[in-house]
Nanobody, 129 residues
Framework: EVQLVESGGGLVQAGGSLRLSCVAS????????IGWFRQAPGKEREGVSC????????YSADSVKGRFTISSDNAKNTVYLEMNSLKPEDTAVYYC??????????????????????WGQGTQVTVSS
């Protein structure tokens, strides 16, 4: 059974930090890219960051560059999203998802949520002002 389980969300003040974790099981972790998406109430789901399981390349949305860092521990089938300098506009449900993709085109497709094969249930992040 494929599972992606997020954790680490919570309530934090603006300027604070959180570290999200995504533990994967049931598929060949190294063959997939893992992406983080978020969805705020009334807004569309947006790609936040992604890491390739095969070569470790990372991609991030402009809105989080310099503040969020994605990393992975392949031995633990876990991907992390370190979020610093959080802003109220970062408030959303954060999801991790797995995408099988040719790593050479991952830079073009990682933000397309409809391409992802598996999804977690999400974890709430709330940033107060």
């Amino acid at each position: 059974e494929v599972q992606l389980v997020e954790s680490g969300g919570g309530l934090v003040q603006a300027g604070g930090s959180l570290r999200l974790s995504c533990v994967a099981s049931g598929f060949a972790f190294d063959d997939y890219a893992i992406g983080w998406f978020r969805q705020a109430p009334g807004k569309e789901r947006e790609g936040v960051s992604c890491i390739s399981g095969s070569d470790g390349r990372t991609y991030s949305a402009d809105s989080v560059k310099g503040r969020f860092t994605i990393s992975s521990d392949n031995a633990k089938n876990t991907v992390y999203l370190e979020m610093n300098s959080l802003k109220p506009e970062d408030t959303a449900v954060y999801y991790c998802a797995a995408l099988w993709s040719d790593p050479h085109i991952l830079f073009r497709v990682w933000e397309s949520s409809d391409r992802y094969d598996y999804w977690g249930q999400g974890t709430q992040v709330t940033v107060s002002s």
